[in-house]
């Protein structure tokens, strides 16, 4: 009797346990910043990028970055149509407005010509989202940033471990944000991380971060500006610095997975699975199967088949333009068309290989069966 396929489960090992169990017992009045402040510094170190701010999640990352670079109201911030709803969130309650652009058949992520179509004198940051792990066309958008003068910012929540030419995805924009959430490769339970190598744009998000109170201020209970609350504890950060001994492991893993996919599914035509263009790491974050729209096969079939075997089915993103508080916009026509024949596959740490065979085949069957019936 084989058991049900979770799409995603942490891998927690004694490590990480052991130092939130030191947390618990001894991170408190003295060393209650102890593992918050390592887990930044060793985050910052392995990204590769000045300075990290360990935060509540990745939406609130993305909202104090944004309010450091003074987007408000009449001001326009470019993401791609294809997103979750944490990276148009902050601009909203910033009173910006969000600028959906379509994205590439091929990465899944912001078309950047499509990007720059849309680029107007209210312009204020256009926001790259590294999609399932895969990377955007950074050298098209930070050459379209210098040429503009418009920020590029990374919500990199699902790129952990992608990289590009070596550089890791988070720490080539102005600024960059990640997420530790439960279903995310690293995760502390829920959390997030601010990164940023601009001296004045940390010091501002590092202000806003503590309620506006300007660090190294001797005055007390002083806020300068009116700031936020997003900070992470003590405990999720031990947690963190665990799991981040463990990044290359937990990074390995997930692009083991996805090779794995790649394998069982590479005599299926017309099936594709998260690129890894030349010069690029995936971190694979979630392994994800896109049907070319001649194999008639509709999200529908395979939520039914996945299901049918007793497989977590999780659906590729709606765009974010076709949600109830956003007006329709199916003109980004592969952001609308892509998730209707699409699906996100299973891959957990401890995923057996005989798991990665049932979900693959069960992958295959729908497509052989949809060829028979043609
Ligand atoms: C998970 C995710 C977020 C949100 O992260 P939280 O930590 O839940 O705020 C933001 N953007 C993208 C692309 C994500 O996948």
């Known amino acids: 009797m084989s058991s049900r396929i979770f799409y995603t489960k942490p891998s927690i090992t004694g490590l990480e346990q052991g130092y939130a169990a030191d947390a618990v017992a001894n991170g408190w009045g003295a060393r209650c910043y102890e593992y918050i402040v390592r887990f930044e510094r060793d985050y910052a170190a392995w990204l590769g990028s000045e300075h990290a701010i360990a935060t509540s999640s990745c939406t609130g990352a993305l909202h104090m970055g944004l309010a450091a670079l003074g987007i408000g109201v009449g001001d326009e911030v470019i993401l791609a149509d294809t997103n979750w709803i944490a990276t148009v969130a902050p601009i909203r309650h910033l009173g910006a407005t969000p600028v959906f652009v379509d994205v590439s058949p091929d990465s899944w992520c912001i078309d950047v010509a499509d990007a720059e179509r849309h680029i107007t004198p209210r312009t ?66 829920e959390g997030g991380m601010f990164v940023t190598s601009d001296p004045v744009l940390f010091r501002t998000v590092q202000t806003l971060s503590n309620h506006g109170r300007v660090a190294g201020d001797t005055r007390q209970f002083w806020p300068e500006v009116l700031g936020f609350k997003y900070k992470m504890s003590n405990v999720q950060a031990a947690i963190g610095c665990g799991q981040l001994e463990r990044i290359d492991e937990l990074v390995a893993r997930k692009r083991a997975i996805l090779a794995g996919y790649r394998q069982r599914l590479s005599g299926l035509k017309g099936v594709r ?34 299901e049918a075997a007793d497989i977590d089915a999780r659906v590729f993103f709606h765009p974010l333009s076709s949600l109830p508080m956003f007006e329709d916009q199916p003109s980004n026509v592969n952001a609308w068309h892509i998730p209707t024949r699409a699906i996100n596959l299973p891959s957990y740490h401890d995923m057996e290989e005989a798991d990665i065979d049932r979900v693959a085949n069960t992958l295959i069957q729908v497509v052989r069966g949809t060829e028979e019936g043609l």
């Open 273 to 306: 699975l998260n690129p890894e263009p030349v010069g690029t790491v995936n971190g694979a974050w979630m392994p994800t199967a896109v049907c070319d729209a001649a194999l008639g096969i509709t999200r529908e079939q395979l939520l039914a088949a996945f």
């Open 124 to 189: 204020r940051a256009i926001i790259a989202t590294h999609i399932y792990g895969n990377l955007c066309d950074m050298d098209a958008l930070l050459d379209l940033g210098r040429r503009t003068g418009v920020p590029i910012i990374e919500d990199a929540a699902e790129a952990i471990g992608t990289q590009w030419q070596g550089r890791r995805a988070g720490s080539m924009g102005l600024f960059g944000t990640f997420s530790f959430h439960g279903t995310k490769t690293l995760t502390t339970g």
